[in-house]
């Protein structure tokens, strides 16, 4: 299972890097008084470094367990045992 948690990091890591170079290829290419040539090359590269966004996986941190929440990074079992045991100010079960 801690494969797949470096795996899917590595990915995450490696779209992050490309998405920035993603958005200043597509910042240089708005610019409408480049030579047509230069535009091609550019839309050519801008089209090898599209990284695909369905590669990766948000993971739990404690268990790498697929499904995660978005903004917690924890499954909802790792995550309703944290609320089980305190360590989430708020949170009560509901009944």
Do not use: D
């Amino acid at each position: 299972m801690k494969y797949l948690s470096y795996k899917s990091s590595y990915i995450l890591k490696k779209f992050v890097s490309n998405e920035l170079l993603y958005i200043q290829l597509r910042i240089l290419l708005s610019n409408q008084t480049l030579k047509p040539m230069f535009r091609l090359k550019l839309m050519q590269l801008l089209n090898l470094v599209r990284y695909n966004h369905s590669k990766f996986k948000r993971r739990c941190v404690v268990t790498c367990f697929s499904k995660s929440f978005r903004r917690l990074s924890f499954s909802r079992i790792t995550f309703r045992e944290f609320a089980s045991y305190g360590y989430f100010t708020g949170i009560r079960k509901s009944s």
